[in-house]
């Protein structure tokens, strides 16, 4: 298997404009997170989804950000409008019963 | 609620010496703990981590890793270090093995000198 792949890995956009960064988890995994890394605040959950179904957004800042799982093997996570301050590294993760593994990572910057 | 304290964001070590990170948590819950490494522009890979049972835990690259429940702690330790260690490490607690979210320490970078 691949691992976990996300696309793409660097955005680069500008203030006000749509964001949307993919992610492919591992075939047979059942579990997928969002995590978002900053200098400032580490690595921080924004959501996750267990059988594609959402199962704590809590950690989504705002109503800026969105997520969604239409199936098992893809999820997309937007941002719309974008700001400066969503520049940060934005981690795909997937897991089975044992482990998580993570992506690579998009880093994101917003100017 | 869970939660990870790592002492220290920076480790300097000269190369062959003692690696020791420091990780202590809180879980209201039996923890299950991690210990992740970060290269950088790298995604996370799992180091280690302890479910249940034996409390020494033995990881990649040498890397080992000691649940102490009464003081919650799980130091991450290796004996030699390698000029290859250098990266961010981050400790992390779950409330299960797999498919519950992670909490995550803020890291430590570590930086081996020749």
């Known amino acids: 298997d691949a691992g976990v792949i996300q696309s793409p890995r660097h955005e680069v956009t500008e203030m006000g404009q749509e964001v949307t960064l993919r992610c492919k988890p591992i075939?047979?995994?059942?579990?997928l997170f969002w995590y978002r890394q900053t200098m400032m605040r580490g690595l921080e959950l924004l959501i996750y989804?267990?059988?594609?179904?959402?199962?704590?957004d809590s950690g989504m800042p705002e109503d800026r950000f969105s997520a969604k799982m239409p199936n098992a093997s893809f999820s997309t996570l937007k941002i719309q409008p974008s700001e400066p301050r969503d520049s940060a590294v934005y981690f795909c993760?997937?897991?089975?019963?044992?482990?998580?593994?993570f992506g690579q990572g998009t880093r994101l910057t917003v100017v | 609620a869970q939660s990870v304290t790592q002492l220290g964001s920076h480790v300097s070590v000269s190369e062959g010496a003692l690696v020791l990170l420091r990780c202590n948590y809180s879980?209201?819950?039996?923890?299950?703990l991690f210990w992740y490494v970060q290269y950088p522009n790298q995604g996370l890979q799992l180091l280690l981590k302890?479910?249940?049972?034996?409390?020494l835990v033995k990881g990649i690259n040498g890397f080992e890793a000691e649940f102490k429940k009464s003081e919650t702690s799980f130091h991450l330790t290796k004996p030699s270090a390698h000029m290859s260690d250098a990266a961010e490490y981050f400790c992390?607690?779950?409330?299960?093995?797999?498919?519950?979210?992670?909490?995550f320490g803020k890291g430590t970078r570590l930086s081996v000198i020749a």
């Open positions: 993760a997937s897991s089975s019963r044992r482990e998580a593994f």
């Open positions: 075939s047979g995994h059942n579990s």
């Open positions: 989804f267990n059988n594609n179904v959402p199962i704590d």
């Open positions: 879980s209201s819950v039996p923890p299950y």
């Open positions: 302890y479910t249940t049972g034996a409390t």
């Open positions: 992390a607690v779950s409330a299960n093995s797999g498919n519950t979210p992670l909490v």
